[in-house]
């Protein structure tokens, strides 16, 4: 498997556009997490998905932000409207329940996001 | 609120020397505990955990302690190599949750 896989790796965009970050889970994984990794907060989870089924979005810093996964093989991240403070690097992770033990996340290589 | 706390955002350590990187956490209800490694432009990787039944957990040069009381975990590299520098993250979960929380990672830098 070629791990997780994120796109676009950087993004670029104005003030008040719409951004939309990608990402394709590990094959068999049934958990899904979106991070956004800042210098004050470290790595803060957004989002995570079981079974594609949203659980615990109380990350979410406003409305602006949504996540959908409508398929076991694709999750969205979308900002609208995104602003400067919104600049961060993004990951999205994946990870399988064993028994009753989550193993550990795998991890792509994140989105850095950029809104001036 | 930061339930997982890395207090020490950089450490300095010479090659072949033991790096010791701390994390504090806040919630008692944690019962498993991960390290993971990030190198610049990558994502995060599993490095080493630790289940809240043990105090010690060893992978060759990477040990994790576990204090429960003081509600404390360290992450103990020896010997220290140039290849070890990374930004390390630690992070835990509790038994009514499956995501994991992180702290705000520790920079390690070792040099000849």
Partial sequence: DAGVIQSPRHEVTEMGQEVTLRCKPISGHDYLFWYRQTMMRGLELLIYFNNNVPIDDSGMPEDRFSAKMPNASFSTLKIQPSEPRDSAVYFCASSLMTGTMNTEAFFGQGTRLTVV | ?112
């Fill in chain 2, 1 to 112: 609120d930061q339930q997982v706390k890395q207090n020490s955002p950089s450490l300095s350590v010479q090659e072949g020397r033991i790096s010791i990187l701390n994390c504090d956490y806040t919630n008692s209800m944690f019962d498993y505990f991960l390290w993971y490694k990030k190198y610049p432009a990558e994502g995060p990787t599993f490095l080493i955990s630790i289940s809240s039944i043990k105090d010690k957990n060893e992978d060759g040069r990477f040990t994790v302690f576990l204090n429960k009381s003081a509600k404390h975990l360290s992450l103990h590299i020896v010997p220290s190599q140039p290849g070890d520098s990374a930004v390390y993250f630690c992070a835990a979960s509790g038994p009514n949750t499956d995501k994991l929380i992180f702290g705000t990672g520790t920079r390690l830098q070792v040099f000849p």
